[in-house]
Nanobody
Framework: VQLQASGGGLVQPGGSLRLSCTVS????????IAWFRQGAGRERDGITC????????YYADSVKGRFTISRDNSKNVGYLEMNNLSEDDTAVYFC??????????????????WGKGTQVTVSS
């Protein structure tokens, strides 16, 4: 199983970015996808998850209303649309997948499979 996150970069405050997570080695829809982030000197936090079965979505309060998670099962790709970014959103972003926890239950505690992170820097 491999996950590849992409789309990070430098953006100004108030700007937007879309991250992608390409998943290989897992059957389409048979896994949940989550995004985590880790800022400098901070713990890694789960911020959003989309379930594998019914595409239910879950958000941490810190990103609710600004970030949107989605997936394209035909391509085995997950997305994270990030809007109205602030400097507090600066972090390394990781995508993760879990083939047993399809419903995103307590996803913040950890996932089975992880990709390498992609850096998002919000700065003027």
């Amino acid at each position: 199983v491999q996950l590849q996150a992409s789309g990070g970069g430098l953006v100004q405050p108030g700007g937007s970015l879309r991250l992608s997570c390409t998943v290989s080695g897992l059957a389409s829809e048979e896994y949940s996808i989550a995004w985590f982030r880790q800022g400098a000197g901070r713990e890694r936090d789960g911020i959003t998850c989309i379930s594998g079965s019914d595409s239910g979505v879950y958000y941490a309060d810190s990103v609710k209303g600004r970030f949107t998670i989605s997936r394209d099962n035909s391509k085995n790709v997950g997305y994270l649309e990030m809007n109205n970014l602030s400097e507090d959103d600066t972090a390394v972003y990781f995508c993760a997948a879990d083939s047993e926890n399809l419903g995103c239950t307590d996803y913040g505690r950890g996932m089975d499979y992880w990709g390498k992170g992609t850096q998002v820097t919000v700065s003027s």
